[in-house]
């Protein structure tokens, strides 16, 4: 069983901030390297941040400063802690491994960042 669910998703005013989790099941963590993942109205789904197993993080240049990834191997968690939060960020925020594997897409947890 492929499992990957988000949450933590809300309503933030601009300048709030969230934290999104992905439990992933079974070794995915483990072995993988994850990413998160968003997809704004009108727009493709896009890699905002992804972190390896061990190493460096990456980070897409409109989040970079703003956004942080980090993951609990014991607690097969992927985080993103999301700061500063802007109107352009509303999205519905996925996790995947990186490259994402088709079957994995869960149902994502929605963002959106409005007074």
């Known amino acids: 069983q492929v499992q990957l669910v988000e949450s933590g998703g809300g309503l933030v005013q601009p300048g709030g901030s969230l934290r999104l989790s992905c439990v992933a099941s079974?070794?995915?963590?483990?072995?993988?390297?994850m990413g998160w993942y968003r997809q704004g109205p009108g727009k493709e789904r896009e890699l905002v941040a992804s972190i390896p197993n061990y190493g460096r993080t990456n980070y897409a240049d409109s989040v970079k400063g703003r956004f942080t990834i980090f993951r609990d191997n014991v607690k097969k968690t992927v985080y993103l802690q999301m700061n500063s939060l802007k109107p352009e960020d509303t999205a519905v925020y996925y996790c995947?491994?990186?490259?994402?594997?088709?079957?994995?897409w869960g149902k994502g947890t929605p963002v959106t960042v409005s007074s």
């Open positions: 995947n491994t990186d490259p994402p594997l088709p079957g994995y």
């Open positions: 079974g070794s995915i963590l483990s072995i993988n390297r």
